[in-house]
C-alpha cells in the first residue's frame, strides 16, 4: 500500500459514534439503559458514561488497543517500529486513563469490536455488560 493510499485509509478512521460502538449503544438502550456520551470531563473520555451506576465502558478496536488473542490485533509490516511505538503508547494511555477513573470511584468496563461485529453478538455483549453492571451497583 502507497503511502497515499494508508493516508487516505487511515484518514476514514473516527473515533466516535464507530459501528460497534453505536451498536452496543442500541443494545443498552433496549435494555432500558440511559447514559450520556464521550464525556469530556472524565479521564479518557469514555465512549459510554452510565452515571446512575458510576460507571464508565469504553468501546475499544481490537487493531488499535491491542486486544490478546484476536486476529484483528496484528502489526503492519512496513513500518513496523512506528506501530509498535504508538500501540504502546495507546496501551499506557489505556491503562492511566483506567486507572483514574477508578481512582476516582468509577467502576471501568471494556466492550473490544470483535464482540460487536452483529446485532446479535452486540445484544449479547450488552446483556453481559448490563448484568454486571446492575449486580455491582447492589
Known amino acids: 500500500m502507497s503511502p ?3 493516508s487516505e485509509r487511515m ?4 473515533s ?9 449503544r442500541k443494545a443498552l438502550h433496549r435494555l432500558g439503559f440511559r447514559f450520556r456520551l464521550h464525556a469530556r470531563g472524565l479521564p479518557g473520555k469514555p465512549d459510554i458514561v452510565l452515571p446512575k451506576y458510576h460507571t ?7 487493531f488499535w488497543h491491542r486486544h490478546e488473542g484476536c486476529k484483528v490485533a496484528t502489526t503492519p509490516k512496513s513500518n513496523t517500529q512506528f506501530w509498535v511505538e504508538k500501540f504502546d ?3 499506557r494511555r489505556d491503562a492511566a486513563a ?3 477513573l477508578e481512582a476516582a470511584g468509577w467502576r471501568v468496563l471494556i466492550a473490544w469490536e ?3 461485529v452483529t446485532p446479535d453478538k452486540a445484544a449479547a455483549k450488552a446483556m453481559a455488560l448490563g448484568e454486571e453492571i446492575r449486580h455491582a451497583s447492589r
Open 16 to 24: 466516535t459514534n464507530t459501528k460497534p460502538e453505536v451498536a452496543l
Open 114 to 116: 470483535c464482540d460487536l
Open 4 to 6: 497515499a493510499q494508508r
Open 11 to 14: 484518514s476514514r478512521i473516527r
Open 98 to 100: 483506567i486507572e483514574q
Open 56 to 62: 464508565a465502558i469504553f468501546v475499544h478496536g481490537c
Open 89 to 91: 503508547r495507546n496501551i
